[in-house]
Structures are given as C-alpha cells and as structure tokens.
C-alpha cells in the first residue's frame, strides 16, 4: 500500500513499520504502527507530513467512494523489544503465553484544572487581572 511505502522511506527502522488495515461497510480504517523513536518522523513538523498522508488518502477517498481514515500508532519501547524477540514469554507457572500483538499505547488525557470559585460562584480575581470599579 502507498502508505506503508512512503512511512517506510521516511524512518530510519522501516522493518518497525507494520500496517494493520480494518474493513468496515462504509469506511477503511489504516492503522501504521512505527517504532516509538521514528514517530516524529512520520507525523512530521506541526503534523505536516501525517497531514500529506491523509490528504493522499482523501483523494483515493473521492475517487473510490469509499471513506478511508489513518491512524498513526506509536509503540512503546517495551513492546517494541518484545515483537523483535520472540513472541512468546514466560509466566511464573512455565506456561508460554502468546503476548497480544495489536495493543496499542494511550496516552490519558488531562481535564483542566478547575478554577476556584467563591461561596457565591464567582471567579476569585487575581492581582494580575485588577479589580473593576464601579
């Protein structure tokens, strides 16, 4: 696939590029997987080259009829080493245990912080922001 391809010319570690494509009724979703030290690389400064990419894939999108979406995935270290060793790991009981190859790494998201409020619900004023006058 062309994005597969212009990913893999973009990273260093292009063996770490993997693409995961998820075929629903009315739309395509493709997931690129990268190693974590390559992710800047493929969305670029400012988001401009994850945004060319998905300016490529909207114009597929008009031409086939059909909805296509890109998702830029960032492995951790930690899953990097273990998809390049083996894939199978030791739990305390000797059993090996095939590890999960589509788990992805999230990141939180953090609510603002609440601003104080007085008993009548009021923004308390800082200094900064001065008094009115009446």
């Keep these: 696939m062309l994005i597969e391809l212009i990913a893999r010319s973009l990273v260093d570690n292009s063996a770490a590029v993997k693409l995961e494509v998820i075929e ?40 086939l009829k059909h909805r296509y979406s890109l998702e830029i995935v960032e492995e951790s270290p930690v899953q990097d080493n273990l998809r390049s060793n083996a894939q199978t790991c030791q739990l305390c009981n000797g059993e090996p245990k095939e590890i999960e190859k589509t788990e992805k790494l999230t990141v939180p998201r953090t609510s603002p912080v609440p601003r104080s409020a007085n008993q009548d619900g009021q923004r308390q004023r800082t200094a900064a922001q001065g008094h009115r006058r009446s």
Excluded: H, P, Y
């Excluded at 395509?28 to 990419?53: E, F, H, Y």
């Design 24 to 63: 629903e009724t009315d739309q395509t979703l493709i997931r690129l997987w990268t190693a974590s030290s390559d992710i800047g690389k493929v969305i670029g400064k400012q988001g401009r080259t994850a945004r060319a990419m998905r300016t490529i894939l909207a114009g597929a999108s008009m031409k």
